[in-house]
């Protein structure tokens, strides 16, 4: 995994972090005197700018990794519908991590087939990312393609073995009782 994987692959943890605050709407936290306000959701198309302290289009918010970061937060969140053009708008087409999650937040639009692509393209670039594996398998089984899904059960033993969490995951979806 390359070394802007890795990062990619740390900001996705942030992320999630961020996405249970967009998923909740803008509220305060802290304790005592000292309060901090997350970041409010934005409209479609629009991410939070830091600096600014406002939202913008996500066009005008240049950096590929505050872009990835609010994209994907919004895309686990469920939030697919503004995740997308956001994730859309990195300029960094050939980076694994943003291919494998604009892939899964197609997928979860319900464009499986171009969630599969995108994951078929990021694997191109990484083999062995084991999220794009996982959410790969997870897109046969959305498919009904069972005996892929399989496929990339057993790629991921190979790869971290049966206590991986992405191995869990995903034998998870296949056996009926995770989400994917």
């Not at 969630?115 to 393209?121: D, K, P, S, T, V």
Request: glycine content about 10%.
């Amino acid at each position: 995994m390359s070394l802007q994987a890795m990062l990619r692959a740390a900001a996705a943890g942030t992320a999630m972090v961020f996405a249970l605050a967009v998923a909740g709407g803008a509220h305060a936290i802290g304790s005592g005197d000292a309060t901090t306000t997350e970041a409010p959701e934005c409209k479609t198309g629009q991410v939070w700018d830091e600096d600014k302290e406002e939202c913008v289009d996500a066009e005008a918010l240049l950096d590929d990794d505050a872009l990835y970061e609010q994209g994907s937060a919004l895309a686990l969140a469920g939030k697919v519908d503004k995740a997308l053009p956001i994730l859309n708008a990195i300029a960094d087409r050939d980076d694994a991590m943003v291919l494998t999650m604009t892939g899964f937040a197609l997928r979860k639009s319900g464009e499986v087939d171009a969630g599969i692509a995108l994951y078929h393209q990021a694997l191109a670039l990484e083999p062995d990312n084991l999220n794009t594996i996982e959410y790969l398998g997870e897109g046969y089984v959305a498919a009904g393609k069972l005996s892929l899904a399989m496929t990339q059960l057993q790629r991921l033993k190979g790869l971290c073995g049966t206590d991986c969490e992405h191995y869990r995951k995903l034998a998870d979806v296949i056996g009926g009782s995770g989400a994917w």
